[in-house]
T-cell receptor
């Protein structure tokens, strides 16, 4: 019962490097999300997707890109890493829109801790 | 701008105590309110409260939605050290994005 799988769990980057955080879900969920969580700051939405081929910006999209070529996968790309992108990143998925009555709960991956030095 | 405020931000109790966590929202077009528990890693779902389901209970945890006061409480009775976590609430409106509070950090000491 994999659920939402994120890789890598930990990564250290140098300023200016690029990398991709991988996210895969095996629940056939339409909606997928990327959040970042900084200490004391709650969850901030970076990007989300309502289905394969459709993505949209969240609250804090600058410095990131996403793609959704399949239902299962939703990678997050960091271009030109900056110290401000040091954070814990969570990928999540839901069957219907988050919070929608019935089955709108989000399922989260275990997180990817990224440090940019 | 829609907003979710949780209080207190942190709380330390002893095992066996009862705690009440608060989540208030200043939002338009309320659809649902969700509670999550976050231990070391991923947030895990606890409850969803809606206009047609304003009270939920699971074991020692229970939650109530007060639409008039625009708030929700999460109660934990007979707390255990395993209840130590960050408790997050999130509001859902008509768009597809959840608005999250900052969380309440609960520490239960033996």
């Amino acid at each position: 019962n994999a659920g939402v799988t994120q890789t890598p769990k930990f990564r250290i980057l140098k300023i200016g490097q690029s990398m991709t955080l991988q996210c895969a879900q095996d629940m056939n969920h339409n909606y997928m999300y990327w959040y970042r969580q900084d200490p004391g700051m709650g969850l901030k939405l970076i990007y989300y997707s309502v289905g394969a081929g459709i993505t949209d910006k969240g609250e804090v999209p600058n410095g990131y890109n996403v793609s959704r070529s399949t239902t299962e996968d939703f990678p997050l790309r960091l271009e030109l890493a900056a110290p401000s992108q040091t954070s814990v990143y969570f990928c999540a998925s839901s069957r219907v829109a988050g919070g929608q009555v019935g089955t709108g709960e989000l399922f989260f991956g275990e997180g990817s801790r990224l440090t940019v030095l | 701008e829609d907003k979710v405020v949780q209080s207190p931000l942190s709380l330390v109790v002893h095992e066996g105590d009862t705690v009440t966590l608060n989540c208030s929202y200043e939002v338009t077009n309320f659809r649902s309110l969700l509670w999550y528990k976050q231990e070391k890693k991923a947030p895990t779902f606890l409850f969803m409260l809606t206009s047609s389901g304003i009270e939920k209970k699971s074991g020692r945890l229970s939650s109530i939605l007060d639409k008039k006061e625009l708030s929700s409480i999460l109660n934990i009775t007979a707390t255990q050290t395993g209840d130590s976590a960050i408790y997050l609430c999130a509001y859902a409106g008509n768009n597809r994005k959840l608005i999250w509070g900052l969380g309440t950090s609960l520490a239960v000491n033996p």
